[in-house]
């Protein structure tokens, strides 16, 4: 019962976290020059993949505390509640290696040149505090979540093609706000040539699909590798 009055704290804990960050980030932030910049088609926050996962984020701490709740954690059970099946599937296929993703891509980065993704002229806009809850937090909780919580990965296939189709409709809207705005979200797609461009994608795509699979082995490592996919099919 300890166990599952803590874990149930520390989703309430995260959930607060990113509900007070996404507040912050829509309601109050303020960047006047890039409302100027986008004046011609502004999506807001929403130009951006850090926002996209941390909308993400906090619906998946969301759905914890509610599997805490009303679902279920154990891993003997033959049927596991919708939700909980729901959770693990969330959890393995898109939170932990966006996150990770987002918060790896950002770091190396900014360690590069932050003018490629967090210029100065953005700071007394942006607290560093808030930097962190957005590209820090991340990758703690989802690792937090990997250890205290187990879960039964989707078959490859299943998994793969969820993550795939997540980055590349994101992609998609990317191209679409530059096509109305004539901005790109990001500075550092300006400086690259169309074949480059091209490049970079292909280059993130496949870092994304390997942290799938390092999501994978950890889980394996840490709960093991005797649980079976959702969705693969029984040996005869």
């Not at 999506?43 to 759905?63: A, D, P």
């Not at 409709?169 to 679409?176: D, N």
Request: proline share 4%; with cysteine.
């Amino acid at each position: 019962m300890a166990a599952s009055i803590m874990t149930t704290f520390t989703h309430s804990v995260i959930s607060g976290l990113y509900v007070f960050t996404v507040y912050y980030a829509f309601f109050v932030m303020h960047i006047p020059f890039m409302q100027e910049r986008f004046k011609k088609f502004d999506v807001g926050q929403l130009k951006y993949l850090t926002i996209w996962n941390l909308l993400i984020q906090t619906f998946f701490s969301v759905v914890c505390l509610l599997n805490d709740l009303i679902g279920s954690n154990k891993d003997d059970e033959k049927q596991k509640p919708w939700i909980r099946r729901f959770k693990d599937f969330l959890h393995a296929s898109i939170g932990f290696p966006l996150s990770m993703f987002v918060g790896v891509t950002f770091w190396a980065l900014m360690a590069v040149d932050r003018e490629l993704v967090l210029p100065k002229a953005l700071d007394p806009y942006f607290p560093g505090w808030l930097n962190h809850l957005m590209h820090t937090l991340i990758m703690f909780t989802t690792l937090l979540e990997m250890i205290i919580s187990s879960r039964q990965y989707p078959t490859r296939s299943q998994g793969i093609k969820a993550l795939v189709t997540f980055m590349l409709t994101y992609l998609c809207w990317m191209h679409y706000v530059y096509y109305r705005s004539g901005v790109w979200a990001y500075p550092v797609i300006e400086v690259l040539s169309w074949p480059l461009r091209i490049v970079f994608y292909a280059i993130l795509l496949l870092l994304v699909i390997g942290l799938y699979f390092v999501g994978e082995k950890l889980n394996g490592l840490i709960w093991g590798d005797n649980k079976k996919a959702i969705g693969a099919k029984k040996k005869k």
